[in-house]
């Protein structure tokens, strides 16, 4: 009877042992389903909640969900995907942040039983940028999520997740989590990753668009000062001079901060033209060390343009911007001679005639009569500018009643035997201009 009893509990014992293993769940036993009866257990319960799903009734689906979930978690990844996307579609329709946190521990049990942890950070963070608002607490665990992945592993982040990364840093920056500078290093990490998948995919507009957004970030967190660009970009703007692409970049910027006036607009413009000589971007450059007062390098970049440009009409300006800069200079004949370069380009260049009649005036050929009588070139060339270019009127008009002030007087005239008004006269010296004698009204 002893024997009989013990050979029953025995039975009963190791029975109970065998049914133990074959009901060991696959969270237990490592294995995608599980074992026996809850590997059926588990299949049966995913084509529940995959039915409910499919139909969109979440509320049924998600009953038969979280069994999956707490008992075969290595089953599948539709798991996770399936279960995130029910529990946003939760929070959309409640906003109650429970649902929010449950996204993360997907995400989080879905490193857990399938790696890929740099992608399921960015989920994560794209969660908490849509759903947390200004919620200090999310945000600032959306920028370490982020941040973590960008310096980790910049290879995860595509189109979509460099300009949210930027709109993250964007919104930290907003609620006062961080400073600027970290601003001007997250854009340099999102540009970077942007570019170098546009060198191995060149022109993929999915990339360019990101750029475009990132860009448009960054300009609208207002920490795209002067002082902040310079920092930024003043190391590639020196070690990349012939990058043509990242240097109009640059430039962009700058024009649209108001930054101009910088030095580092200015290296950049220089590096462009060195790189990609144009006549637009020789003028510029001209203008810009005329700014700076290098009016020796003011004069080489005018003439360089010069020699670029096609434009008749656009030469004539720029030789009378080049004839202006000598007039400063003092040259007078050279003023002169471009002055007219200029207006053979172009005779409705009003100024071209000013500046010949500014050249003129003032300039000493001789003994006091002859500088006297230059004063009469001079306002024959006003009144060809004013006549050429209306314009003009006002400041010409002054100068002829100035100028007409300084001619010969009848007297002086007589005694050289120049008696009668209207008569041809040469004026001499480097001049050499036909006009005619008039006499200082007294």
Same mark, same amino acid.
């Given at each position: 009877?002893?024997?009989?009893?013990?050979?029953?509990?025995?039975?009963?014992?190791?029975?109970?042992?065998?049914?133990?293993?074959?009901?060991?769940?696959?969270?237990? +036993?490592?294995?995608?389903?599980?074992?026996?009866?809850?590997?059926?257990?588990?299949?049966? #319960?995913?084509?529940?909640?995959?039915?409910?799903?499919?139909?969109?009734?979440?509320?049924?689906?998600?009953?038969?969900?979280?069994?999956?979930?707490?008992?075969?978690?290595?089953?599948?990844?539709?798991?996770?995907?399936?279960?995130?996307?029910?529990?946003?579609?939760?929070?959309?329709? +409640?906003?109650?942040?429970?649902?929010?946190?449950?996204?993360?521990?997907? $995400?989080?049990?879905?490193?857990?039983?399938?790696?890929?942890?740099?992608?399921?950070?960015?989920?994560?963070?794209?969660?908490?940028?849509?759903?947390?608002?200004?919620?200090?607490?999310?945000?600032?665990?959306?920028?370490? *999520?982020?941040?973590?992945?960008?310096?980790?592993?910049?290879?995860?982040?595509?189109?979509?997740?460099?300009?949210?990364?930027?709109?993250?840093?964007?919104?930290?920056?907003?609620?006062?989590?961080?400073?600027?500078?970290?601003?001007?290093?997250?854009?340099? =990490?999102?540009?970077?990753?942007?570019?170098? =998948?546009?060198?191995? =995919?060149?022109?993929?507009?999915?990339? $360019?668009?990101?750029?475009?957004?990132?860009?448009?970030?960054?300009?609208?967190?207002?920490?795209?000062?002067?002082?902040?660009?310079?920092?930024?970009?003043?190391?590639?703007?020196?070690?990349?001079?012939?990058?043509?692409?990242?240097?109009?970049?640059?430039?962009?910027?700058?024009?649209?901060?108001?930054?101009?006036?910088?030095?580092?607009?200015?290296?950049?413009?220089? #590096?462009?033209?060195?790189?990609?000589?144009?006549?637009?971007?020789?003028?510029? *450059?001209?203008?810009?060390?005329?700014?700076?007062?290098?009016?020796?390098?003011?004069?080489?970049?005018?003439?360089?343009?010069?020699?670029?440009?096609?434009?008749?009409?656009?030469?004539?300006?720029?030789?009378?911007?080049?004839?202006?800069?000598?007039?400063?200079?003092?040259?007078?004949?050279?003023? /002169?001679?471009?002055?007219?370069?200029?207006?053979?380009?172009?005779?409705?260049?009003?100024?071209?005639?000013?500046?010949?009649?500014?050249?003129?005036?003032?300039?000493?050929?001789?003994?006091?009569?002859?500088?006297?009588?230059?004063?009469?070139?001079?306002?024959?060339?006003?009144?060809?500018? /004013?006549?050429?270019?209306? +314009? $003009?009127?006002?400041?010409?008009?002054?100068?002829?009643?100035?100028?007409?002030?300084?001619?010969?007087?009848?007297?002086?005239?007589?005694?050289?035997?120049?008696?009668?008004?209207?008569?041809?006269?040469?004026?001499?010296?480097?001049?050499?201009?036909?006009?005619?004698?008039?006499?200082?009204?007294?």
């Amino acid at each position: 009877m002893k024997r009989t009893t013990s050979t029953i509990l025995t039975g009963l014992l190791l029975s109970v042992f065998s049914f133990t293993l074959q009901a060991q769940m696959g969270i237990e +036993t490592g294995t995608p389903f599980g074992k026996g009866e809850d590997s059926t257990r588990c299949l049966r #319960n995913t084509s529940l909640y995959s039915t409910y799903y499919d139909n969109k009734d979440y509320n049924m689906a998600v009953q038969f969900w979280r069994l999956v979930f707490n008992e075969c978690p290595a089953s599948s990844k539709n798991t996770y995907i399936k279960g995130e996307t029910m529990y946003k579609e939760f929070f959309r329709k +409640t906003k109650d942040n429970a649902y929010l946190d449950t996204v993360l521990m997907i $995400l989080d049990q879905r490193t857990r039983y399938f790696n890929e942890e740099p992608a399921n950070n960015l989920r994560k963070a794209f969660a908490l940028y849509e759903f947390g608002g200004n919620d200090v607490e999310y945000t600032s665990k959306c920028y370490d *999520l982020i941040k973590g992945v960008m310096e980790t592993s910049p290879e995860s982040f595509d189109h979509t997740y460099s300009s949210l990364y930027m709109a993250v840093i964007a919104k930290s920056y907003a609620l006062r989590l961080i400073e600027a500078p970290e601003i001007i290093t997250a854009y340099s =990490q999102s540009m970077k990753v942007v570019d170098n =998948q546009l060198s191995r =995919q060149p022109g993929d507009t999915r990339y $360019l668009e990101a750029r475009k957004n990132i860009d448009a970030i960054f300009r609208s967190t207002g920490a795209a000062t002067c002082e902040n660009l310079e920092h930024l970009f003043t190391a590639d703007v020196d070690n990349n001079p012939g990058d043509t692409a990242m240097l109009r970049k640059v430039l962009t910027l700058l024009t649209e901060t108001g930054c101009k006036d910088s030095e580092l607009y200015y290296k950049a413009s220089t #590096n462009l033209y060195r790189a990609d000589p144009s006549a637009s971007s020789a003028a510029q *450059l001209a203008e810009m060390n005329l700014v700076r007062k290098k009016y020796n390098e003011a004069e080489k970049y005018y003439t360089e343009a010069i020699e670029l440009e096609t434009d008749n009409k656009v030469k004539s300006v720029l030789l009378t911007k080049l004839a202006t800069l000598e007039l400063m200079s003092d040259s007078r004949q050279a003023a /002169r001679d471009f002055a007219r370069a200029a207006y053979s380009l172009d005779p409705t260049n009003g100024n071209a005639l000013f500046i010949i009649a500014e050249a003129y005036a003032g300039s000493r050929i001789g003994e006091t009569f002859e500088n006297q009588t230059v004063y009469w070139v001079v306002v024959d060339y006003l009144v060809r500018a /004013r006549n050429t270019d209306p +314009t $003009l009127k006002e400041q010409i008009d002054e100068r002829i009643s100035i100028y007409s002030r300084l001619f010969p007087t009848k007297e002086e005239a007589f005694f050289r035997s120049l008696v009668e008004e209207g008569a041809s006269y040469q004026v001499g010296g480097w001049i050499n201009e036909s006009t005619t004698i008039r006499f200082r009204k007294e």
